[in-house]
């Protein structure tokens, strides 16, 4: 017979009883226990102690991991990750009181290895979630190849039901050339305050000079930096960027950096400085009581 943590191991680290049963001894599974090898985390329900959370929490309570939760499980890039595992069960499951914590949803939905699929989960998302976080799971999904656009528009253009039209919307704003979470947490700052034409991942370059702008309005000639410290925090990155800001700006570029903080906790003073650049013009007397 196998042994009880390699087969756990193999079934990302839980199974029910059941499952376990068919290729390990019960002999095996109580001195597995006994030695503190797996725990037991509801009844029928098995894991090891490092076992990923999600996954164990769904499976105690007989679901699958969804929302921000399945986001992490296939790898997407998440603003903010939950307090608590979602688990989605079937419409009419009863909660199992033996469970472990975790926010539960009720639907049908469509699954992959004990997970929403990779569709269903961006779309859970963007249902859920505020502008920023919902971006930030659907544009890393397209650049992770873990959807494709067609896919999720389609998907999108099949709901029925409340916020559909704003998950199409979502859907439609998602673009798997953001290369971070804070990159599509910026740019929604823009959709959100109305701030058109900057795309992301815009390439600047000439004979002897090449870079890419996080955001870059190419007609005005506005670049916007999304800086996270981990590639800004030596020497060498200092002599860098400063060699690049000097050449964008001497072919006609101005650029805006903007940390983690003040796209997360300073919105307001993230978009009014982008407007001051000339981003967009400044509300006249008129426009601002019209608001």
């Known amino acids: 017979m196998a042994d009880v943590a390699e087969v756990l191991g193999r079934r990302g680290g839980s199974s029910t009883f059941a499952d376990l049963r068919a290729l390990v001894s019960a002999r095996g599974i109580r001195n597995a226990l006994a030695a503190g090898q797996i725990r037991r985390v509801a009844k029928g329900v098995y894991a090891l102690p490092q076992a990923p959370p999600a996954l164990t929490a769904a499976r105690s309570h007989g679901g699958v991991v969804s929302h921000l939760s399945a986001a992490g499980h296939w790898g997407f890039g998440v603003i903010n990750l939950p307090p608590l595992p979602h688990v989605t069960l079937p419409p009419g499951r009863v909660r199992r009181r033996t ?110 000079f090449s870079a890419r702008l996080d955001l870059a309005h190419p007609v005005l000639r506005i670049g916007l930096e999304a800086d996270g410290f981990e590639h800004h925090g030596t020497r060498r990155a200092l002599v860098r960027d400063c060699r690049r800001h000097v050449n964008l700006t001497v072919r006609g570029w101005r650029t805006l950096r903007f940390s983690w903080e003040d796209v997360m906790y300073d919105g307001e003073w993230v978009v009014g400085a982008v407007e001051r650049m000339g981003g967009r013009p400044p509300l006249t007397k008129h426009e601002l009581r019209a608001a």
């Open 99 to 208: 469970g472990l914590p975790c926010v539960l949803h009720w639907a049908d939905v469509a699954s992959l290895d004990d997970a929403t699929t990779p569709v269903r989960t961006v779309l859970d998302c963007i249902r859920t979630l505020p502008l920023a976080e919902a971006l930030a799971v659907a544009d890393s999904a397209l650049r992770a190849g873990g959807v494709d656009q067609d896919e999720i528009l389609d998907a999108a253009a099949k709901l029925r039901g409340p916020h559909r039209r704003r998950v199409q919307q979502v859907v439609a704003l998602a673009d798997g050339r953001a290369e971070s979470v804070l990159e599509s947490a910026l740019r929604a700052l823009l959709i959100h305050a109305g701030i058109d034409g900057f795309v992301p991942q815009l390439v600047v370059q000439d004979d002897g």
